[in-house]
């Protein structure tokens, strides 16, 4: 059962992205993450409550608040990362990108956690998954702009001039996927012994306060009523998207194993690469589908080693 809850987690990650993209045009990237955030919070809370699992936090042992507590303040750093890397990168890249912490993740559960199954066929899906990763992290070359000079200058030759590039969005897209990893692995450890979707809530309200001191500290509160209601309808969209994929993710990752549990979330990469190309028109070279086809191909030998 743990398999459907960890597809339905991949497929909601996956709409996540599209709809944090859309939300973020405008609207400062911490911001976004803290309203989201609370979206989030009131979408696991209600969760809790139907369970009727909040009566049980009083049973949480200290080493299980650590972790929920450490996993959250990674999955803060992953968010935060992550949604300003969309604020001003290619959502398909960024996503790719962002998966590719399935790497750590998957080696950091194989020998911390001993999720040693078949390791010569684990070892084998994981290094499929990084060359398909790699693949689909293609870079476009540059383009030179050439035009001629004016009336001025008219024995000058054509110029040649360098479009300027953004590459911030890179140094952000990474460090989302390192907090990324270290959020399974703390988020597995913390998981183990608490209701999943009481746990959920436990780390979202971690990832609400962070969200909200980076907000407070980087000055982007804004007033609300200057946001724009399609920005707000993405935001709100996103967060239920998101509420909806981790309480999958945290109900399979306390049933099954995180070293198969997290490639089948990060299958989530299908649903972003084709949503961004209806949406937004974002295509995928030879190479890139390639990669991709080999990441899908590591993720079913991850799958079969379990």
Not at 46 to 74: C, N, R
Request: hydrophobic share 55%.
């Amino acid at each position: 059962m743990w398999i459907v809850y960890a597809v339905g987690a991949a497929f909601f990650a996956g709409i996540t992205s599209i709809l944090g993209k859309m939300g973020v045009k405008t609207t400062p990237s911490s911001l976004a993450t803290t309203l989201r955030t609370v979206v989030v919070l009131i979408f696991a809370g209600l969760m809790v409550a139907i369970a009727g699992s909040f009566p049980t936090m009083a049973t949480i042992s200290a080493k299980t608040w650590v972790f929920l507590v450490l996993s959250g303040i990674a999955t803060g750093g992953s968010w935060l990362c992550f949604f300003r890397a969309l604020q001003i990168g290619p959502v398909s890249k960024i996503a790719v990108i962002d998966k590719s912490s399935i790497i750590l993740t998957v080696l950091l559960a194989i020998f911390l956690l001993n999720e040693r199954y078949h390791l010569w066929i684990q070892l084998f899906g994981i290094t499929l998954i990084a060359i398909g990763t790699f693949m689909m992290m293609e870079r476009k070359k540059k383009r030179a702009v050439t035009h001629e000079t004016t009336s001025h200058t008219p024995s000058s030759s054509p110029q040649t001039i360098n479009l300027p590039h953004k590459s911030s969005w890179l140094i952000y897209a990474l460090a989302s996927a390192i907090f990324a990893s270290l959020t399974a692995i703390f988020g597995k450890v913390g998981i183990e012994n608490v209701e999943p979707n009481l746990g959920t809530f436990i780390r979202t309200v971690v990832v609400l306060i962070m969200a909200y001191l980076v907000t407070f500290v980087k000055k982007e509160f804004v007033p609300l009523r200057t946001i724009s209601v399609k920005e707000t309808v993405y935001m709100v969209l996103s967060g239920i998207a998101t509420g909806a994929s981790w309480l999958c993710y945290w109900k399979a990752m306390h049933d099954g194993p995180a070293s198969v549990i997290a490639p089948i979330d990060k299958l989530s990469i299908l649903v972003t690469i084709a949503l961004a190309w209806i949406f937004f028109k974002e295509k995928q070279s030879k190479m890139a589908l390639s990669g991709l086809a080999i990441l899908v191909a590591g993720t079913f030998v991850m799958l079969f080693a379990a």
